[in-house]
């Protein structure tokens, strides 16, 4: 079964925490132990774990990100979201975590985050949960 | 059930779509609910997902990798591609994509992309088919 | 099944071959066919897989971190650690291996290593191996 998450943006370049929806579709799906898959179907936004106590450590993340692969650099592609493009490939379209008890799996300080890069938009995340 | 595929290369660094090949592999699996997973069994290859439609994307990406980790750059490994192994590391060995009704569930825009950064060689790209 | 290993690092950024270690539970579970899952629960520590038989294919994909992504470089997190999350971010917190007849499916080069970001620390990999 595959269940598609909605995840709204509101700027350019941003990390949403996305647990708590996770986390409810796999409540409902009654899997008590197995894992779950997420899948970006999108080239300009991508799926990450990381820290979520600190939101700064949010902000270092965007803001290396634009350092290293700027808005504006010559590049080809006419769109002009060229470096959202290329930060997807960096971060990944798609993760997967472990379930036990129904719960996910997360270490003390993780956090699953949808990376957008080329917001405002709203975004789909697809969910699935497998027994295993 | 492991299918290897070969995928050609004919420049030093190239993303080469596959999506067409995996998705022969995924229709003669006849499995219609699952997961696809791609692996890419090298070290100076990857396996990523972004836009096919205009190719300028690609581009972007290549050059883009190759001004952040240049093809030399005082690198220790003594075979000279050290940049080919990095830019591994960063992309990724490997990818899953949702299957529904025998169909790989890719985005609108997404392709499946063997990324070749030592080329031009003959590689090899893991397919499995899974139903869950 | 979930085992939990235990990684330790002696240093703050450090490449640590698992290989043996993955293997040894892949072994145990008596699975035959089917893949093998690993995840990091931790922010500062990343997993991915490359050349193990050149040591210095490590150290320039660790140094060529560090070049991107320096240690220092005012960012907002005040734990002074924020590099580590940043890179674990861009090499990723989980992987999978095809198992065939037993062993891991891994190219003629490859090895896992656990990413060590912001050590000396005791580190934990999970574990999953399920047939398929």
Redesign the interface.
């Known amino acids: 079964m595959?269940t598609t998450l909605q995840v709204k943006s509101s700027q350019r370049s941003e990390m949403i925490d996305v647990t708590g929806q996770v986390q409810t579709v796999v409540s409902k799906s009654g899997i008590k132990d197995g894992?779950c898959?997420l899948?970006?179907?999108?080239?300009t936004g991508a799926i990450?774990?990381?820290?979520g106590a600190?939101p700064?450590?949010v902000?270092?993340?965007l803001?290396?990100l634009d350092r290293?692969?700027p808005w504006r650099?010559n590049?080809?592609?006419?769109?002009g979201n060229?470096a959202a493009?290329?930060k997807?490939?960096?971060?990944?379209?798609?993760?997967?975590?472990?379930i036990?008890n129904g719960k996910l799996?997360?270490?003390?300080?993780?956090r699953i985050f949808f990376c957008e890069f080329d917001g405002p938009r709203t975004r789909?995340l697809?969910v699935?949960v497998?027994s295993?």
Do not use: C
């Open positions: 595959l894992i898959y899948y970006v179907p999108h080239t990450t774990i990381n820290e600190d700064n450590v902000v270092d993340i803001t290396t290293l692969i650099n590049y080809r592609h006419m769109e060229a493009h290329i997807t490939s960096l971060m990944g379209s798609s993760e997967r975590i472990f036990d799996v997360l270490g003390t300080w993780q789909k697809h699935k497998a295993l």
